[in-house]
């Protein structure tokens, strides 16, 4: 039998310097569900209780629950309270071993897009066979799976590509996808390069997590039909929403 749990003390959203309000009540009450407050099974309050609680509006507070159902921790249930299901979000899994597996693992996710300028980095530079003081354009982003940032995306162009597109081109979770499109060019396969770093403080702040948590870097070099690099993404997951997995088949004979 579920158990109502009532609100905690008035603890109002912090200033929108910290984010949309929505995802600020979404943390809080993630937080909430890990520490115990509420319990699988548990309800949580009313909505408009959580409106008062946080000084907010209804369809603020709604968008809000909305993310936290998508992350697997809550359900929503008609015209009842919504009920605690996980105090743990979901995991995301990757089988990757195709383009098309990239497309299916963004199939419930959006890129937040933060900006796109031209950036000096060393590996770019080295990827695209490129002087290391050349600016190459960039592309810095979120992604947002399950109503959860689950990794910060950082993706390079070299200059005679990039020059070619705008932020607005960038209509699609699947990047490559999108240039495709926008340029006609052919992305036939990529080089994989994964590594394990920590978070630092601002990383720890775009994902929501803590400072000197495990951090999955996934580096790919993608290539046209000649081999020529035409992007190089590196994307830095959370671990604890993030794993992939390989699958490795012997050659024939």
């Not at 609100?7 to 937080?31: C, F, K, M, V």
């Not at 408009?48 to 697997?72: C, K």
């Not at 770019?124 to 799976?145: K, Y």
Request: charge should be positive; hydrophobic fraction near 40%.
């Amino acid at each position: 039998m579920s158990r109502r749990v009532s609100a905690p003390s008035p603890a109002r959203a912090a200033p929108r310097s910290d984010g949309p309000l929505y995802r600020q009540i979404e943390r809080s009450l993630r937080q909430e569900i890990a520490r115990g407050a509420y319990a699988v099974g548990d309800e949580l309050p009313t909505e408009a209780q959580l409106a008062t609680q946080y000084g907010v509006s209804l369809i603020t507070v709604r968008q809000a629950l909305r993310d936290l159902e998508a992350a697997g921790l809550i359900r929503k249930r008609p015209a009842k309270t919504a009920l605690v299901t996980a105090t743990t979000p979901r995991r995301s899994s990757w089988d990757m071993n195709s383009f098309a597996d990239i497309v299916a693992h963004t199939h419930d996710a959006r890129l937040d897009i933060e900006r796109w300028q031209p950036e000096i980095s060393a590996r770019a530079a080295q990827v695209f066979g490129l002087a290391g003081s050349d600016r190459c354009p960039c592309l810095r982003a979120r992604l947002i799976v399950g109503g959860l940032p689950e990794a910060e995306v950082t993706i390079y162009f070299p200059p005679r590509i990039g020059e070619r597109l705008s932020r607005a081109d960038f209509d699609d979770v699947v990047v490559f996808r999108s240039v495709q499109r926008r340029l006609g060019l052919r992305y036939v396969g990529a080089r994989v390069t994964v590594r394990a770093e920590v978070a630092g403080v601002r990383l720890a702040r775009a994902l929501d997590y803590r400072v000197g948590g495990p951090v999955l870097v996934n580096e790919m070099v993608f290539v046209s039909p000649e081999q020529e690099p035409l992007e190089l993404t590196i994307a830095r997951h959370r671990a604890d929403l993030y794993s992939i997995s390989y699958d490795l088949r012997r050659e024939p004979g």
